[in-house]
């Protein structure tokens, strides 16, 4: 970038920063730069704290005041900058349970639900809303299953009948929302087409499709509390020593706590006191658990443009065939995305995350992706507003539409 192009981007950068500053602050957060040199040293960063992005030996990351203390106590020689957010606190008593003014775009959860309503009624031969549970606050956690009715009947009368099937599912982090209107994009790419176009009507008729856009509800709108965006990621699970949240990507019972998570509460990639703790992994362990027919499995994360498979946990590969199809899969999915893909110890290592035990508890080929945009400080990072949501649908409905078709042998990849 030009340098005085840059200087301007900075200065617009932390002018946004200031200005939104509140005299009736609420908790602060911390852009940070640290600088690490390898995936060692990222990793014993990503024992603390979320890593939001990495650029060559750069991670910058946005933290809380209690992760922040953190980095200033054990890597006081990674952090090269940092700048301080205060979040507003309410001034106004406007709806909380919406998006701030620029963004409501964006659904709420009952937005959301109202919107798989209208879906299931517009097109009940293809599609029926199914709940995997609640969250911890009691909020329903609903997807929706689109197959062709017949599929239905027949699964009713064997429920052995092998109807391959693909999850999608969104917003583990609360600050991801992003991710939810990818999902609802999907949902209604797929149902409206449905007699239209020959490839999405053939895979309707032919797969078990599930899209849960919303597993940490509780999280997600707290995070659009009083209309300002909160920078949270975790659950809201009241926390033993009066804290609040597990960081749902680290609460799955394969290999779990064994590096690259937190056993501190206050943490935001606090692991839980035990796996599965949380109401919404064990929903979703379950679910996964009851419908053996799912073959792939997609988790929707932002940011940084990525296409992740496992192993997060440990740095080598998961060996043999089935790592040949995981690359082969991210390599064909990048071309159409332009992601980048990779092993998810490549970035760090992180363990409990969903697609670790998704496939080594279940053997499903499971692929995270960090969606738009591929920078934070300048492109958005968490909150790219509405202009975000068109093009990574655009850019990524023809990966959807690979892992569904391949969800009958996820081998067929190689041939
Ligand atoms: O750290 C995470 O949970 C994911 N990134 S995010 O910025 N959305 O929080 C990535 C998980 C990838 N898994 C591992 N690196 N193990
Ligand atoms: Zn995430």
């Known amino acids: ?42 990793s014993a960063i990503a024992n603390h704290i979320p890593i939001d992005q990495i650029i060559d030996d750069s991670i910058y990351s946005v933290v809380s005041d209690y992760d922040y203390k953190i980095i200033q106590k054990n890597f006081p020689h990674f952090l090269v900058a940092s700048h301080i957010y205060q979040i507003p606190s309410a001034t106004t008593n406007e709806n909380d349970d919406e998006f701030p003014s620029n963004d409501t775009a964006y659904h709420t959860y009952k937005e959301t639900i109202t919107e798989l309503n209208q879906y299931q009624q517009k097109y ?9 549970g609640k969250s911890l606050e009691g909020k329903d956690l609903l997807g929706i299953h689109i197959t062709a009715h017949a599929n239905k009947v027949a699964l009713k009368q064997n429920p052995d009948l092998f109807i391959p099937g693909i999850v ?16 609802l994009k999907y949902v209604d790419h797929l149902l409206s087409n449905y007699g239209k176009d020959a490839t999405i009507t053939s895979l309707i008729n032919t797969r078990n499709i599930y899209i849960i856009p919303m597993l940490n509800p509780d999280g997600g709108m707290y995070d659009i509390k009083n209309r300002s965006y909160q920078y949270w990621r975790k659950n809201r699970r009241p926390n033993s020593n009066g804290s609040f949240g597990v960081d749902l990507n680290r609460n799955y019972g394969y290999q779990w706590g064994t590096g690259g998570s937190s056993n501190s509460p206050n943490s935001d990639v606090y692991m839980g006191p035990t796996p ?22 997609l988790t929707l994360h932002t940011y ?24 082969k899969m991210g390599q ?27 496939y080594g508890e279940r053997g499903i080929f499971c692929f995270t992706f960090e969606l738009s945009p591929k920078s934070g400080w300048f492109g958005g990072g968490f909150y790219p507003g509405t202009k975000a949501i068109e093009p990574t649908f655009q850019a990524n409905i ?8 391949l969800a009958d042998s996820p081998y067929r990849a190689l041939k």
């Open 276 to 297: 599965f703790s949380e109401p919404e992994t064990i929903a979703f362990k379950d679910f996964i658990t009851a419908t053996p027919n799912i073959r792939i499995l």
């Open 1 to 42: 970038m030009h340098r005085k192009h840059l200087l301007k981007k900075i200065l617009l950068t932390l002018a946004i920063i200031f200005s939104t500053t509140s005299s009736f602050a609420g908790d602060s957060y911390h852009f940070v730069h640290l600088k690490a040199q390898n995936v060692e040293e990222r």
């Open 332 to 358: 064909t999915m990048a071309a159409w995305n332009n992601y980048t893909p990779q092993r998810s110890s490549d970035l760090y290592i992180a363990s409990g995350d969903t697609c670790d035990w998704a």
């Open 398 to 405: 023809k990966p959807a539409l690979y892992l569904i078709d």
């Open 124 to 132: 009940p031969q293809i599609s029926e809303i199914f709940s995997i």
């Open 304 to 327: 940084s443009e990525l296409i992740l498979y496992p192993w997060g946990h440990k740095y080598s590969g998961v060996g043999g065939k089935d790592e040949e199809v995981f690359a």
């Open 168 to 183: 999608i599912v969104a917003l583990h982090h609360s600050r991801e929302h992003l991710t939810t209107e990818l999902a």
